[in-house]
């Protein structure tokens, strides 16, 4: 196993006590997310028009997920997309199946349509495959950018894909995000000041445009 591979891995063994940092309510998530609002999901997704088309509401990515993180949208969200599966990564985000047995992220490999497509469990293939979206700060809300230093956000990545300033002040490097979603879960600041846009809304960018430079 080479040393990138390595510290990819045990960053992931590290994120969840970071991720559980995060205080969530589930109305109060529903209440700021908005109606209509793009879902966040899963990795290995097809673009939303053809996910929706090709996804036949199985669930069994939903059963699948080792870390409970993907729901089945319910009927309330509307006919085109009620039943697809989506994350909140506010209430539970990616753990790119880090405790998990087996090569592959698990609900990619219980897909029997082919709206999640295979991904293997390495750094190469997660940071090339998956891009379920873009996290973004609000730099009104972090801590860090306002006369506290925090630097949870940076210490759950598990990509690397947030760096730190001066004062703890977080940058994401946007082309290396990939939108699992433990950055958001883990800001202890509530409303939280670290959010994940879904591709739907935000495609990955080349450049990194966010930070205090």
Not at 3 to 10: P, Q, T
Not at 76 to 83: E, F, M
Not at 186 to 192: D, F, H, L, V, W
Request: charged share 20%; aromatic share 6%; net charge neutral.
């Amino acid at each position: 196993m080479t040393d990138s591979r390595r510290e990819f891995f045990r960053n992931l063994a590290g994120v969840g006590a970071a991720a559980t940092a995060g205080v969530f309510t589930t109305g109060a998530w529903n209440a700021a997310s908005g109606a209509g609002s793009p879902s966040l999901r899963p990795p290995g997704a097809l673009p939303e028009e053809d996910f929706i088309a090709t996804c036949i509401r199985c669930m069994r990515c939903v059963d699948a997920c080792p870390n409970l993180a993907i729901k089945s949208l319910p009927a309330s969200a509307g006919r085109a997309i009620a039943g697809t599966p989506h994350i909140k990564p506010r209430e539970q985000a990616c753990m790119l199946c880090s405790r998990s047995e087996g090569d592959y992220l698990r609900c990619t490999e219980a897909c029997p349509s082919g709206a999640l497509q295979p991904i293997r469990k390495t750094l190469e293939d997660v940071q090339e495959n998956v891009q379920m979206g873009v996290a973004k700060i609000d730099l009104n809300l972090c801590y860090s950018y306002n006369n506290y230093t925090c630097g949870t956000c940076f210490y759950a990545c598990p990509v690397g894909a947030i760096k730190l300033g001066m004062w703890e002040r977080p940058t994401i490097i946007e082309e290396a995000c990939i939108g699992c979603g433990l950055c958001e879960r883990a800001c202890i600041r509530y409303p939280q000041a670290v959010r994940i846009e879904p591709v739907g809304r935000a495609a990955r960018p080349t450049v990194s445009v966010e930070g205090d430079g």
